[in-house]
């Protein structure tokens, strides 16, 4: 059976056929396909062709589209040939996180000198997954560490935590950076190890982490700090800076009043939806009776209660806990 949709769908791009035809640009339109396979199988191709292909590859990689730039930076890894190089690097900073991990795997596939500064500083990226492609590259590479501050970059990239505790003092700058990470369990961790080197330097890391956005990590903070030496005094301070993610009272009310029930809703209480249709039931059921009148004159001033109750409820309910 043929679905709608199939309709729609754009014709599976022939990957054999285009490579007997050496049809570069068709294979890098074939890119564009939701086809892992496809994708797969385009980038390979256009791999092999080598040379040839580098002229159109570096042009198409100025599309907006993340699938194609990927394949793209692919197919040079598998080309190796230097002539991608700058425009690896320029990717290497691209907004997009899986774009610059490809950039950095691809770079240390290839091998080019021109490449290690610019992996060296992406081992400061905010994403573990670029540092850590960074860092493998730069091994493959041969990079040595010039020295003890560039090696725990390197060995934080490579997500060996331990050789970071081991570095001791030195390491605090680079599990300061990786605070910035989106991922939680890489904060999570990170305070961890600086509790483990139970230098004082380490404060004001640990008292950014009290405010950090995820209760794990405060709480890891509040766990670590008394190991550099924080005195547990300042801890409730560092604590008060942490986003509040209180529901606003006005929007309770509004909801209350045009939504009977949502703004309790709003607020997580459970009989906000038993509300809700118990004012459907009885509105069908006025109006039935006595009409549009009657049934504005007997719901209004149920509704505005309802909203300054709401209201009331959401101004005496405490802080989220910490």
Known sequence: MIKIPDFFKPKKPDI??????RDIPRLIKALQ???FDVHSEATRVLGEIGPDAMNALL???KSNNKDVKLGIINAFSQMKDPKSVPTLLVALKDENSEIRWQAAIALGEIGDPRAIDPLVKALRDNDKYVRFGSAFSLAKIGWIPPDITEKAFYFLGMQEWKAVQLIG???IPALTHVLKDKDSNVRMKAVEVLGDIKDPDATPALMNSLADENSEVRWKAVLASPKCRIKLLYLPRGLSRRPK???NPLIAAFLNFML???GYNYLGKWYGVMIFQIDITATVWLFKIGGEGITYNVLFPI???LAIHAYYVTKKTPEPSI
Not at 16 to 21: D, G, H, P, T, V
């Open 33 to 35: 396909y939701n086809d």
């Open 169 to 171: 003092k030195p390491a």
């Open 260 to 262: 009977p029930g949502m």
């Open 59 to 61: 042009k198409a990689f």
């Open 16 to 21: 054999i056929k285009l490579k007997s035809k």
């Open 303 to 305: 509704y505005l209660l």
């Open 245 to 247: 993610i209180k529901k």
